[in-house]
T-cell receptor, first 114, second 109 residues
Framework: DSGVTQTPKHLITATGQRVTLRCSPR?????VYWYQQSLDQGLQFLIQ???????AKGNILERFSAQQFPDLHSELNLSSLELGDSALYFC?????????????FGQGTRLTVV | LAKTTQPISMDSYEGQEVNITCSHN???????ITWYQQFPSQGPRFIIQ???TKVTNEVASLFIPADRKSSTLSLPRVSLSDTAVYYC??????????FGQGTELSVKP
């Protein structure tokens, strides 16, 4: 158990819908990272937050947004869903800004868009 | 951000030592070399990290030559449960946690 909690574990929804994925980082971790992993794309970095502020952006679509709340949990919002958004979405947390530290990953949310 | 290059796949047999080499020619002075392991449908898991020379823990060893342009992850006496994808990353304080394609290791009986 990494200490990072993601909910829900599975999500099935229809095209055009909007969903929210939730991540609770390890106790004391200030950084949260979101990733998308589909079969043909590998682990794609979406976005990083540090202590409530957006710190780095990756290949995140405009239909996707995220935020980190004062209690440090984070939510990833996916809207106008398309079939191609079906993937595993991982959240990770680290104590600070990496460097000589490691990131801890949750078990992921499997999103299926039908 | 240092770009890393690894073999796409490797095969091994149980009980053998496996060495996976990663190239990171443009590594920055303050980058740390870090390896993660990922099993299917699970999040990546930290294996080992180093800056230079050799680092060893209960799972693996990491060899980094003096020029730091490459590194080698060594897994002693692999078992079937070591079948996974292994990612090499080079990042520093404030760097992005970007994963490449990784090396898919297949351990056969």
């Amino acid at each position: 158990d990494s200490g990072v909690t993601q909910t829900p574990k599975h999500l099935i929804t229809a095209t055009g819908q909007r969903v929210t994925l939730r991540c609770s980082p390890r106790s004391g971790d200030l950084s949260v990272y979101w990733y998308q992993q589909s079969l043909d794309q590998g682990l794609q970095f979406l976005i990083q937050y540090y202590n409530g502020e957006e710190r780095a952006k990756g290949n995140i679509l405009e239909r996707f947004s995220a935020q980190q709340f004062p209690d440090l949990h984070s939510e990833l919002n996916l809207s106008s869903l398309e079939l191609g958004d079906s993937a595993l979405y991982f959240c990770a947390s680290s104590i600070g800004h990496l460097g000589n530290t490691e990131a801890f990953f949750g078990q992921g949310t499997r999103l299926t868009v039908v | 951000l240092a770009k890393t290059t690894q073999p796409i796949s490797m095969d091994s047999y149980e009980g053998q030592e496996v060495n996976i080499t990663c190239s990171h020619n443009n590594i920055a002075t303050n980058d740390y070399i870090t390896w993660y392991q990922q099993f299917p449908s699970q999040g990546p898991r930290f294996i080992i990290q180093g800056y230079k020379t050799k680092v060893t823990n209960e799972v693996a060893s990491l060899f980094i030559p003096a020029d730091r342009k490459s590194s080698t992850l060594s897994l002693p006496r692999v078992s079937l449960s070591d079948t996974a994808v292994y990612y090499c990353l080079a990042y520093n304080q404030g760097g992005k946690l970007i994963f490449g394609q990784g090396t898919e290791l297949s351990v056969k009986p």
